[in-house]
């Protein structure tokens, strides 16, 4: 299952609404995950099953979609949010990853 | 609180072998499948390797399949990747990451713990 990202990059202000999609080459239900990562960290779990926030995450953070298309969102951008962004399917081997998107600061 | 520690990285010939290990604490080893995800420098993530939370599955991405073998000790809550006939296109960060579920290998929903991953460097 290939997983396609779009944007690839982004720039956007301090306080901007952002929106990042991930679509699926085929359906894959709920089964997918969002991720931060920022420059030489290891990635770290947004949202899982699509529209779960995990533990610790800002409110700001949302997810959406199902079946083939999905949305990563964050409301309000903050200083720290800036870093890239990855989706993955969970709904079958392999779990492949998204290309990514780097949200740069404008 | 929940710990992934690789260790075992370095700079290795091609054809040679590595063994990475991952030590894990703060939670039940065994009731959660455990993965290897790599990222090649300045590229995205891929997933390497996944292992059950019961130890009895395994599963592979292909560009790894026959080379790299996965397993874990649960008594020693440890993690290890075996690679073998390595390749200039292995050198990447390894990271070890705990799934939210995944005893038996399937609904792992998720990566919610990661370590800080260890540098594989395939070079002559």
């Known amino acids: 299952i290939q997983l396609t990202q779009s944007p690839s990059s982004l720039s956007a202000s301090v306080g901007d609404r952002v929106t990042i999609t991930c679509r699926a080459s085929?359906?894959?239900?709920?089964?997918l995950a969002w991720y931060q990562q920022k420059p030489g960290k290891a990635p770290k779990l947004l949202i899982y099953s699509a529209s779960t926030l995990q533990s610790g995450v800002p409110s700001r953070f949302s997810g959406s979609g199902s079946g083939t298309d999905f949305t990563l969102t964050v409301s309000s951008l903050q200083p720290e949010d800036f870093a890239t962004y990855y989706c993955?399917?969970?709904?079958?081997?392999?779990?492949?990853f998204g290309g990514g998107t780097k949200v740069e600061i404008k | 609180e929940v710990q992934l520690l690789e260790s075992g990285g370095g700079l290795v010939q091609p054809g040679g072998s590595l063994r990475l290990s991952c030590a894990a604490s703060g939670f039940t080893f065994s009731s959660y499948a455990m993965s290897w995800v790599r990222q090649a420098p300045g590229k995205g993530l891929e997933w390497v390797s996944t292992?059950?939370?019961?130890?009895?599955?395994?599963f592979y991405a292909d560009s790894v399949k026959g080379r790299f073998t996965i397993s874990s000790d649960s008594s020693r809550n440890t993690l290890y990747l075996q690679m073998n006939s390595l390749r200039a296109e292995d050198t990447a960060v390894y990271y070890c990451?705990?799934?939210?579920?995944?005893?038996?290998?399937?609904?792992?929903?998720?990566?919610?713990?990661w370590g800080q991953g260890t540098l594989v460097t395939v070079s002559s």
């Open positions: 990451a705990k799934a939210l579920g995944g005893y038996s290998g399937s609904d792992l929903r998720g990566f919610d713990y």
């Open positions: 085929q359906g894959i239900s709920s089964y």
């Open positions: 292992i059950s939370g019961s130890g009895g599955s395994t």
């Open positions: 993955q399917q969970l709904i079958s081997y392999p779990p492949t």
